[in-house]
């Protein structure tokens, strides 16, 4: 968990093509961090994908009420991004485990080392307790 090269491969290189982020609990409100977080994303070269059963659309995409959703219309998002409580990432991992999501991304402050084991020894590559738009900067230079 949280290896550099883990980090760099769920990065990856825009450049080579669009990645893309399943983004767990992407709020509709610009003040929250996976409102901003999401949208640095996206300006710098990410393909998002909110899953929020609670809103229609977050910054103008489409939102799904869950991964299976996403999943059911053909894509896998390349990683999974959590902006969700602690409790809430076994489900996440579960579900990952059934889909064959292969990257978990567990946003700065959120940890669940429980679930963490478990999506590892399930072959998800998983960082947690990291923000991915800090680790995109230090990391982009």
């Not at 640095?40 to 959703?69: A, Q």
């Not at 991304?105 to 307790?129: F, H, L, S, T, Y």
Request: charged letters at 20%.
């Amino acid at each position: 968990m949280n290896e550099p090269e883990g980090l760099r491969s769920m990065l990856g290189d825009t450049s080579t093509g669009p990645r893309s982020l399943a983004v767990v609990g992407l709020s509709d409100n610009p003040g929250r961090p996976s409102h901003y977080v999401s949208l640095y994303m996206r300006e710098h070269g990410y393909t998002l994908y909110p899953i929020n059963p609670s809103v229609d659309t977050v910054l103008g995409v489409k939102s799904y009420p869950s991964l299976t959703h996403l999943v059911a219309t053909g894509v896998k998002p390349d990683v999974v991004n959590v902006f969700r409580v602690p409790s809430f990432i076994p489900a996440v991992v579960d579900e990952m485990l059934e889909l064959g999501l292969a990257n978990l991304w567990v946003q700065q402050g959120i940890v669940n080392r429980e679930a963490a084991e478990r999506a590892e020894a399930g072959g998800i590559q998983v960082v947690m307790d990291r923000c991915i738009m800090i680790e995109h900067r230090r990391l982009a230079g």
